[in-house]
């Protein structure tokens, strides 16, 4: 089956910092999306990114689906930020996702 | 905007017991999935439902689980016989079509 990697597995950032979380897949895919998990366990959905950029405030993202990655960047982050960040991906329409391992990520004052 | 709604929470229950897990999808959708995470592990896969029947499972659904979805509103998971290791995160997601999967808040199941 499809493989999903993430990295880094955990990242450290001061307030303010900025990051580039990146997400790898072995095949291509018909739908990509970015997650934050929540202290609470909570996945908050980020971005719908099978293709392109977007933006949302302080978070983008950027999907190259011919070369198999996408990226998430956070711009200016807040302790809020902290939690664990999932890329999961479908390798056709209306199949599971596949999720990655996450990145942690540690924003401190 | 609507969402998806898991009850209880968090469900505390004895080994060998049966539990049901229910979920409310938003109500035009089509396709229904559970997902397990077990503390500290990614999010895994188990079943999804479409058109009043299950069009993918995993490995990990064995007999133990099973799904349904009683009336128009309500996609429930049951465990027949609950085992330590069932103890995770379980989280129920539905979508309209191709488009993104929305995911409730989860249930969070601990076997005693």
């Known amino acids: 089956g499809i493989q999903v990697e993430q990295s880094p597995p955990d990242l450290i950032l001061q307030e303010g910092a900025n990051s580039t979380l990146r997400c790898n897949f072995s095949?291509?895919?018909?739908?990509l999306q970015w997650f934050h998990q929540n202290p609470w366990g909570q996945l908050i959905n980020l971005f719908y990114?099978?293709?392109g950029t977007k933006q949302n405030g302080r978070l983008s993202a950027t999907t190259v689906a011919t070369e198999r990655y996408s990226l998430l960047y956070i711009s200016s982050s807040q302790t809020t930020d902290s939690g664990v960040y999932f890329c999961?991906?479908?390798?056709?329409?209306?199949?599971?996702?596949?999720f990655g391992k996450g990145t942690r990520l540690s924003v401190i004052a | 905007e609507p969402e998806v709604t898991q009850t209880p929470s968090h469900q505390v229950t004895q080994m060998g017991q049966e539990v049901i897990l229910r979920c409310v999808p938003i109500?035009?959708?089509?396709?229904f999935y559970w997902y397990r995470q077990i503390l500290g592990q990614k999010v895994e896969f188990l079943v999804s439902?479409?058109?009043?029947?299950?069009?993918?499972k995993s490995e990990i659904f064995d007999d133990q689980f099973s799904v349904e979805r009683p009336d128009g509103s309500n996609f429930t998971l049951k465990i027949r016989s609950t085992k330590l290791e069932d103890s995770a995160m379980y989280f129920c997601?539905?979508?309209?079509?191709?488009?993104?999967?929305?995911f409730g808040d989860g249930t969070r199941l601990s076997i005693l």
């Open positions: 999961a991906v479908e390798w056709s329409g209306n199949t599971p996702l596949v």
């Open positions: 095949d291509s895919v018909n739908n």
């Open positions: 439902f479409y058109n009043n029947e299950i069009s993918e």
């Open positions: 997601a539905s979508r309209l079509g191709d488009q993104p999967q929305h």
């Open positions: 109500s035009n959708h089509l396709y």
């Open positions: 990114i099978p293709s």
